[in-house]
């Protein structure tokens, strides 16, 4: 076999380890595919790591153990991920984006690859210590936030729907209370969807008075799966209390629905803190 130079077998890690997020690789694979030593890679692996922090690129962590390897994890800084959220908040507080409801017009933010997998990362990099094994997320809105979630996380997506379909098999069905409007919705899941004693994360595009996350906490209740979070793209300021808690969002609406001018969107309470901190 050809020999292999380092600016080459650099180029190939980083493109490995990048595009199978929270996937541990162990050094015996590095070593068999380049034909290097142990302690090549290790120096490989330190200057990457050294790389990726000096430029705010993620977190190249070595993991031991039987089972251990190098992991990379997409991140960004507590600052990068407040003026990111910051910016979107600019974006979003044009009282034309205002929908009957109370809702914000969010379909064009949520459909720009590079908006969605900034918001996945930041959700992720909550979550890694939780390990959840899918994200859940209820059609349609909140589909691409979550998928960009679960591919930081290296988990699966999975999708509640509105109604059974025939393609995904027998599936188990509970009716919930939608906590904006008090109507009584189903919620649908392919019994073949999870598992039980899995962990999952909840993410979705909206969060008003938790209704629908409270249903898709009650259907994971019914697998037996155990829920470690939820976290939002918006959330509406409100004074009453949400049917869920613990929840994270990264951005908060504030409007007084008598008068839409006074629309205001800002950055979450634990993104600027933290960012302080």
């Known amino acids: 076999m050809e020999r292999i130079k380092r600016n080459e077998r650099m180029a190939a890690l980083t493109q490995m380890l990048t595009a199978s997020p929270n996937r541990i690789f162990t050094l015996s694979h590095f070593c068999e595919l ?36 190098v992991r990379y994890r997409p991140a960004m800084s507590r600052q990068s991920a407040l003026a990111f959220v910051q910016t979107l908040c600019q974006e979003l507080q044009s009282p034309s984006r205002l929908l009957p ?23 992720a990099g909550e979550y890694y210590d939780a390990a959840p094994d899918f994200v859940l997320s209820m059609e349609t809105k909140g589909i691409p936030v979550a998928l960009m979630t679960a591919q930081s996380l290296g ?37 073949r969807a999870v ?10 595009d909206f969060i008003k008075a938790g209704g629908t996350a409270k249903g898709m906490m009650d259907l ?17 300021a409100q004074t009453r209390e949400k049917l869920i808690h613990d929840e994270k969002a990264l ?3 504030h409007m007084d629905a008598a008068a839409p001018s006074t629309l205001r969107v800002r950055p979450a309470d634990w993104l600027s803190c933290e960012a302080r901190a």
Do not use: W
């Open 101 to 123: 409801g109370g809702f914000l017009y969010l379909n064009d933010i949520l459909c720009m690859p590079d908006i969605v997998r900034g918001m996945g990362v930041i959700i």
């Open 34 to 69: 380049f034909g290097a030593a142990k302690s090549t890679l290790s120096e490989d692996v330190d200057i990457l790591r050294e790389t990726f922090a000096a430029f705010g690129l993620g977190e190249l962590s070595t993991v031991t153990g039987a089972a251990g390897g």
């Open 220 to 236: 994971m209740g019914e697998f037996g799966v155990n829920v470690v979070g939820a976290a939002f793209v918006m959330a509406m």
């Open 195 to 204: 598992h039980e004693g899995q962990r999952a994360l909840i993410v979705d």
């Open 155 to 191: 988990v699966p997506l999975v999708i509640a729907r509105r109604a059974s379909k025939v393609y995904e098999g027998p599936a188990v069905n509970i009716n919930y209370v939608a906590g904006s409007s008090g109507r009584i919705e189903t919620m649908s899941l392919s019994r």
């Open 251 to 253: 951005m908060v609406m």
